[in-house]
């Protein structure tokens, strides 16, 4: 869990004012590789405030399934690993989602192929 706007104000505030890091440490139980990540973020993007709107925890799925289904429509032709990168999920991921809403996954094209050429050897045979 990231640490509150509150708090790192405060701490990049007291190390500013004069609080050597390793007494801000102690006070406010945070780690001095923290307090030097939080100066190098408020140098870099301007800001102090924590990371929001990514995944937290395990469970990572599509939670939108219909607009899901919409995308698998449009882009048939797909495997699960092109529409994990679409999707910032793992393939298996992919893999689940698309039997929930009733496709299968995309078999490998070369096994496909090797049935085809043993057919077409049968047909030619006869």
Not at 6 to 24: F, Q, Y
Not at 81 to 109: C, D, N, P, Q
Not at 116 to 123: D, G, L, T, V
Request: one cysteine or more; aromatic letters at 8%; a positive charge.
């Amino acid at each position: 869990m990231a640490y509150s706007l509150d708090l790192r104000t405060r701490v990049v505030a007291a190390v500013r004012g004069g609080m050597k890091k390793e007494k801000a440490c102690q006070l406010y139980t945070v780690c001095k590789q923290t307090i030097g990540n939080w100066f190098a973020l408020e140098k870099e993007q301007g800001h102090l405030s924590p990371k929001s709107g990514y995944q937290k925890g395990h469970s990572h799925g599509i939670k939108d399934l219909e607009a899901f289904h919409r995308y698998v429509d449009a882009h048939p032709d797909y495997t699960q690993e092109e529409m994990s990168v679409h999707f910032l999920v793992g393939s298996s991921t992919i893999g689940r989602a698309l039997k929930k809403i009733g496709y299968s996954r995309k078999k490998r094209i070369k096994l496909i192929q090797n049935v085809m050429k043993k057919q077409e050897r049968s047909i030619k045979r006869k």
